[in-house]
T-cell receptor
Framework: SQKIEQNSEALNIQEGKTATLTCNYT??????LQWYRQDPGRGPVFLLL?????KEKRKERLKVTFDTTLKQSLFHITASQPADSATYLC????????????FGKGTMLLVSP | NAGVMQNPRHLVRRRGQEARLRCSPM?????VYWYRQLPEEGLKFMVY????????ESGMPKERFSAEFPKEGPSILRIQQVVRGDSAAYFC?????????????FGQGTRLTVV
């Protein structure tokens, strides 16, 4: 069955450092991969999408890489800020092109001042 | 442009009652998705609907759960005869009528508690 793994332990880093979150998957060939941010009691908020034929995507302080051979995506936040503290979700999208996403459980990021 | 609106935000039901969760997609969006998030679990896809049609219900439990997206009005996720295990956060997402790896816009969710 499809399986998506994200670090279950919270990632604690200091303000100004780069946070790197990992998403690994098995038994799946996604057409695209997305990263979302979720704050407590709120719905997920879309951050970045990367397609299977793309290696890297950037948006402001965010960078995503996608290695379909390793079946892995890395999500980086540079110059992290306390406001970046949240749970970050990795989601895989099917070839249908619609948003019937398969989510990981998420990794909590805590940025201390 | 208002985002995806879900109501109620919190819903308490006794075992055996019915729960109705509503979702109004973003303006111009005709695709609606329902996801369930159990405590300590990831979001799980339940059902994907377009106006008046169920496109993919592969994540829906076979019994007690149903969903609709009528021509007029919000999408409804209906849970009959609720049990304690139905307690979860239910999220609705919408996307525009364009196929091709688009992002999903999520609502703030309905937190269902079955007592």
């Amino acid at each position: 069955s499809q399986k998506i793994e994200q670090n279950s332990e919270a990632l604690n880093i200091q303000e100004g450092k780069t946070a790197t979150l990992t998403c690994n998957y098995t038994n799946y060939s996604p057409a695209y991969l997305q990263w979302y941010r979720q704050d407590p009691g709120r719905g997920p908020v879309f951050l970045l999408l990367i397609r299977e034929n793309e290696k890297e995507k950037r948006k402001e302080r965010l960078k995503v890489t996608f290695d379909t051979t390793l079946k892995q995506s890395l999500f980086h936040i540079t110059a992290s800020q306390p406001a970046d503290s949240a749970t970050y979700l990795c989601a895989l999208g099917p070839n249908s092109g619609y948003s019937t996403l398969t989510f990981g459980k998420g990794t909590m990021l805590l940025v201390s001042p | 442009n208002a985002g995806v609106m879900q109501n109620p935000r919190h819903l308490v039901r006794r075992r055996g009652q019915e729960a109705r969760l509503r979702c109004s997609p973003m303006k111009g969006h005709s695709h609606v998705y329902w996801y369930r998030q159990l405590p300590e679990e990831g979001l799980k896809f339940m059902v994907y609907l377009q106006k008046e049609n169920i496109i993919d219900e592969s994540g829906m439990p076979k019994e007690r759960f149903s969903a609709e997206f009528p021509k007029e009005g919000p999408s409804i996720l209906r849970i009959q005869q609720v049990v304690r295990g139905d307690s979860a956060a239910y999220f609705c997402a919408s996307s525009p009528p364009v196929q091709g790896n688009t992002e999903a816009f999520f609502g703030q969710g309905t937190r269902l508690t079955v007592v």
